[in-house]
């Protein structure tokens, strides 16, 4: 059964950082084109930051220059570091690993900004 798992999240002051992981079991996370994605209350899910499995990365506008997508293929993750966090940056987070026809999607992490 594959799973993928985000942690990290938490409560940050504005102009602060955090780290977002998304570990995957049961399959190799390297197969797969990953992204983030977050969902703020009363809106759509936007896509964040994508890594392709050739690790090619893109970002949506509001996060190029803070926001940084990688890989560690030792550990089967993908990580999303956050920096100069914003309140608009506030959201839940998850993450997606899709290949063809697979197609799945962590339960979601909470990040707060605020003072």
């Known amino acids: 059964q594959v799973q993928l798992v985000e942690s990290g999240g938490g409560l940050v002051q504005p102009g602060g950082s955090l780290r977002l992981s998304c570990v995957a079991s049961?399959?190799?996370?390297?197969?797969?084109?990953v992204g983030w994605y977050r969902q703020a209350p009363g809106l759509q899910r936007e896509l964040v930051a994508t890594?392709?499995?050739?690790?090619?990365?893109n970002y949506a506008d509001s996060v190029k220059g803070r926001f940084t997508i990688s890989r560690d293929n030792a550990k089967n993750t993908v990580y999303l570091r956050m920096n100069s966090l914003k309140s608009e940056d506030t959201a839940v987070y998850y993450c997606?690993?899709?290949?063809?026809?697979?197609?799945?999607w962590g339960q979601g992490t909470q990040v707060t900004v605020s003072s």
């Open positions: 890594i392709t499995r050739g690790e090619t990365t």
């Open positions: 997606n690993a899709a290949y063809g026809a697979r197609d799945y």
């Open positions: 049961g399959t190799i996370l390297t197969i797969y084109n």
